[in-house]
């Protein structure tokens, strides 16, 4: 059977090597990186199996920080050639190859600091190193996990970090593209769509008319909104705990290190990152996490709210409001032959569902700091991460697979137009609330039209209703 953590079939003959760890000896696959305590981690927490491997943005952006690290170290009298080494290794992490090829099987449910993925970016590096230099795997000689690529680091420091790197990388990679391509259709459409008067609804029932690029131009405000939301939020996570070490006070590093490991990790991904100016709220809560899924929160508000609004606009096509068609992707039924289903906004409504109950999973997990250290870490990175990649790629397949092809039913959109007795309300400036009421009330309790009922009714002349019971003089003030 093989081991969902592990990644080799325990029934297949696997070659083992000795490493140590301060609690003894273990064997290790002789074809990983990774070294004791990874193992030692596998075997403690055997809690959910591949599906919950520590994020691959995690792992990247611990490549990234200890690179970082590597090369300022150097100022600080790590030797070069092992900081080389190190800074090569770190490229392997960096491009996905080492998170590929199984070195990091350790799943989110660990220590809530996060120092074994600490450690196993740690020994597998430094065997990487190892490995360059031309040494023996698991020796520790010449580069150490610990003194070498865990210089003047520690796990309360880089885990934060690497939540920080890893999430700021996947709004702007994941996230913002998506979310803009679908603000940008929207207000497209709110455009192709502003001379389309129709009903609008509220509590939904009948109201006023508006315009159908009117109604869109509220969902391209929404989504506008989001973006600004998650560039709101940039300044505090783009502050990095890497200098605070143990409990914030920077112990057994050097001064100018957290600056210089900042600046360098900016150059590497071109983000505009800063070393925090408290590392005491850096490592002992995750505001910044917490602000960032509230902030992905309220974008799956949003998007719940304009998914819900599309498909039922869209629903029909006979029997519904068919004010909307929707582009046809595939059979909507096993049993009923021909039929066709909102799937898009089915898949983005349950994507803001998640998203909800992600957020609530990263509430509860920042207000767990505890003194000097959170330790809710890796569950809530990889709540947020989830939710980014869950709206970046909601956004991109329902702005493909349904908004650039939404069309408006002008036919229906008219016919229910024209039949709703809430045109009633331009009669208030000239014959008064009361009369208007009137009029409405009995046209609806006798089936009969606006205009037809306030003739009958002796309140106004056919003249008159024609005259001041326009539509396209209801959307806005004269």
């Not at 919950?52 to 690179?67: D, N, Q, S, T």
């Not at 309360?156 to 979310?179: C, F």
């Not at 949003?302 to 498909?311: E, F, G, P, V």
């Not at 509430?363 to 939710?387: A, D, Q, T, Y």
Request: hydrophobic content about 40%.
């Amino acid at each position: 059977m093989a081991c969902t953590v592990c990644m080799y079939d325990e029934n297949k003959p696997v070659k083992m090597r000795k490493e140590r760890d301060t609690f003894g000896e273990l064997d290790v696959p002789d074809d990983k990186l990774y070294g004791a305590q990874t193992v030692r981690s596998v075997m403690n927490f055997p809690i959910g199996g591949i599906e919950e491997r520590m994020p691959y943005p995690v792992i990247v952006a611990f490549g990234i920080l200890k690179k970082a690290a590597a090369k300022v170290n150097i100022e600080f009298g790590l030797d070069k050639k092992i900081a080389d080494a190190i800074m090569q290794a770190c490229d392997d992490v960096i491009s996905g190859k080492l998170y590929r090829e199984g070195h990091f099987p350790l799943v989110i449910w660990q220590t809530g600091s996060g120092t074994q993925s600490n450690m196993n970016t740690n020994e597998v590096i430094s065997n990487r190193a190892i490995q360059i230099l031309g040494g023996k795997l698991g020796s520790k000689d010449p580069v150490h996990p610990n003194d070498h690529v865990n210089k003047s680091q520690s796990s309360n420091d880089t885990y934060p970090t690497a939540m920080h790197i890893a999430v700021a990388m996947e709004l702007r990679d994941r996230l913002m593209p998506g979310l803009v391509a679908l603000r940008d259709t929207m207000d497209a459409k709110s455009k192709e769509f502003d001379k389309i008067i129709k009903i609008g609804r509220t509590h939904l029932m009948d109201a006023v008319p508006l315009t159908l690029g009117q109604e869109f131009s509220g969902y391209a405000t929404q989504l506008a909104y989001s973006a600004e939301r998650v560039c709101a939020v940039l300044p505090r996570l783009h502050y990095l705990a890497l200098g605070g070490t143990a409990v914030g006070t920077g112990l057994n590093t050097r001064k100018g290190f957290a600056e210089k490991c900042a600046k360098e990790i900016g150059n590497l991904t071109g983000i505009p990152f800063e070393t925090a100016p408290n590392k005491f709220e850096a490592l002992a809560c995750h505001d910044a996490m917490v602000e960032v899924s509230g902030a992905l929160n309220t974008i799956a508000v949003s998007l719940m709210k304009i998914a819900n609004d599309i498909r039922l606009l869209a629903s029909g096509p006979r029997c519904g409001l068919a004010e909307l068609m929707l582009p046809e992707n595939e059979p909507g039924s096993s049993i009923m032959p021909g039929k066709v289903n909102p799937t898009q906004c089915e898949a983005l409504t349950m994507v803001a569902a998640q998203v909800m109950g992600n957020h609530v999973a990263c509430s509860v997990g920042g207000s767990n700091g505890h003194f000097e250290l959170n330790v809710f870490k890796p569950m809530i990175v990889s709540n947020v991460l989830r939710s980014i990649r869950l709206i970046g790629d909601g956004c991109q397949a329902f702005n493909k697979n349904c908004a650039v092809g939404i069309k408006a039913n002008t036919t229906q959109i008219n016919k229910i137009m024209r039949e709703s007795l809430m045109l009633v309300t331009a009669l208030n400036p000239h014959i008064g609330y009361d009369k208007a009421a009137q009029i409405a009330k009995t046209a609806h309790k006798e089936g009969g039209t606006l205009k037809d009922t306030a003739i009958k009714l002796g309140i106004l002349t056919a003249e008159q209703f024609d005259q001041w019971v326009k539509p396209e003089d209801m959307l806005g003030p004269k």
